[in-house]
């Protein structure tokens, strides 16, 4: 049994090495993707701005569909480092597409549109999960 326990826990150490730096690696996503959105999103879900909590939690799970992909499929750090980074700049590229085929999408998200909120929210989730289908052997 303690031979069992052993073999179990032998992954621990990879795991929170894995888990840290993926905790990291949103940190970041969010900290850049908070920059480049002309509205304060945290802000403006404190007040209970609905757009922009949808908005925002969209690009998180967005991102972080991509992020477990690369975690899962990685060989080591490095790749699971480089496959995270793509789909940082391919989230933060959908930002930045939606927004310039909406133009009134920051103004809408602050305004407290729901609907734009929503939008851009599933189009982040629908990209990240192709995104991490894409992400093969």
Partial sequence: MREFVRESLGGF????????I???LLAVF?????RITPYREITLIKEGNAAAAASLSGAIIGFTLPLAHAVAQSVNL????????????V?????????ALIPVLARGISDGNVAQ?????????AVG?????????
């Fill in 13 to 20: 150490p990879p795991f929170i090495i894995y888990f840290m």
């Fill in 22 to 24: 993926s905790v990291v």
């Fill in 30 to 34: 969010t900290f850049i993707y908070l």
């Fill in 78 to 89: 490095v790749d699971m480092l480089i496959w995270a980074l793509i789909a940082l700049v």
């Fill in 91 to 99: 989230q933060l590229a959908t930002y930045l597409i939606v927004r």
């Fill in 117 to 125: 909120g929503i939008f851009l929210g599933a189009v982040s989730i």
């Fill in 129 to 137: 999960i192709l995104n991490a289908a894409c992400m093969s052997d």
